[in-house]
Antibody
Framework: DVQLLESGGGLVQPGGSLRLSCIAS????????MGWVRQAPGKGLEWVSI????????YYADSVKGRFTFSRDNSKDTLYLQMNSLRAEDTAVYYC?????????????WGQGTLVTVSS | EIMLTQSPGTLSLSPGERATLSCRAS???????LTWYQQKPGQAPRLLIY???SRASGIPDRFSGSGSGTDFTLTISRLEPEDFAVYYC?????????FGAGTRVEIK
């Protein structure tokens, strides 16, 4: 079974940093396009970033560009989202997700999410 | 940047009724890269439809997607109790992924 397990969320002060991880299992991770999507409390879904299978071509939403860095370690089946200069508006549940191949960045499998709270 | 407008914001229906949800794009969607998700409270989203009309694996055939260009529709032919949830459409344009604001389907 495909499993995605996020970790690393928590409470951080504005301007601080946090690194999220997502450990994958049950599929060929090194061949899969992966992404992060977030959801602020009571709000809708917001795409954060997506990364190619080889990790060389991450794309970012304008709201996080220059502050967040998405990377992957295919030897460890793990994704990383380094979040710097955090703002109150970054408060959200962060989901990692696996793309459905050939679907145009549709995410078929999702983790259960990790909550990031940015507050003083 | 393509914007997605979902309507209505809330749909109040009874079990057994037909639900029709709309997603309108501000520009024509290339390759019909239009996706629909279902999300229930406290859960991660669930992929329903991709490529505008292809059902994801394990999705019941009461869910169907249609449309092209700028107008897309998710239809639930007969609502089951477990279908009451929030539905999002999503588009990919080659370098950016956009979600609509969602349609809540609630029990009337």
């Amino acid at each position: 079974d495909v499993q995605l397990l996020e970790s690393g969320g928590g409470l951080v002060q504005p301007g601080g940093s946090l690194r999220l991880s997502c450990i994958a299992s049950g599929f060929t991770f090194s061949s899969s396009v992966m992404g992060w999507v977030r959801q602020a409390p009571g709000k809708g879904l917001e795409w954060v970033s997506i990364i190619s299978a080889d990790g060389r071509s991450p794309y970012y939403a304008d709201s996080v560009k220059g502050r967040f860095t998405f990377s992957r370690d295919n030897s460890k089946d793990t994704l990383y989202l380094q979040m710097n200069s955090l703002r109150a508006e970054d408060t959200a549940v962060y989901y990692c997700a696996k793309e459905q191949p050939g679907s145009g960045w549709s995410f078929h499998y999702w983790g259960q999410g990790t909550l990031v709270t940015v507050s003083s | 940047e393509i914007m997605l407008t979902q309507s209505p914001g809330t749909l109040s229906l009874s079990p057994g009724e037909r639900a029709t949800l709309s997603c309108r794009a501000s520009q024509s969607v290339s390759n019909n890269y239009l996706t629909w998700y279902q999300q229930k409270p406290g859960q991660a989203p669930r992929l329903l439809i991709y490529g505008a009309s292809s059902r994801a694996s394990g999705i019941p055939d009461r869910f169907s997607g249609s449309g092209s260009g700028t107008d897309f529709t998710l239809t639930i032919s007969r609502l089951e109790p477990e279908d009451f949830a929030v539905y999002y459409c999503q588009h990919y344009d080659g370098a950016r992924l956009t979600f609509g604001a969602g349609t809540r389907v609630e029990i009337k």
